[in-house]
């Protein structure tokens, strides 16, 4: 299980707003088991299926349904895939900002 101490985990953060980066997650759905793997597994739901069925998923009235999501502890988006932006706004802000401290 991983059971990490908040201290060493690193959050990424936005270098204009500062706020945390959104985490590159996975949602899971109607799976037949809760997870078992070493991903931090949030957003836990159980619940008990009543009045419908998935057939393609061999899902049937009474069984008991998981869904979840999943994070690996380290992965954020990136603006654009690689700055350090939680998005469009702050990356112009923090553009403007350089350019006022060269006095353009
Ligand atoms: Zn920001």
Known sequence: MLNKPKETMKKLKCISCNKTLR?????????????KGNL????????????????????????TIYSYRLWDGE????????????????????GIKQLNQRKL
């Open 75 to 94: 992965s954020y988006h990136y603006y654009l895939g690689k700055y350090r932006f939680c998005g469009v706004n702050c990356a112009a802000k923090y």
């Open 23 to 35: 985490r590159v997650t996975q949602d899971i759905r109607n799976q037949k088991e809760s997870y």
């Open 40 to 63: 931090i597994c949030y957003m836990k739901k159980k619940i008990i299926v009543d009045g419908f069925s998935i057939p393609s998923l061999n899902i049937k009235q009474g069984d």
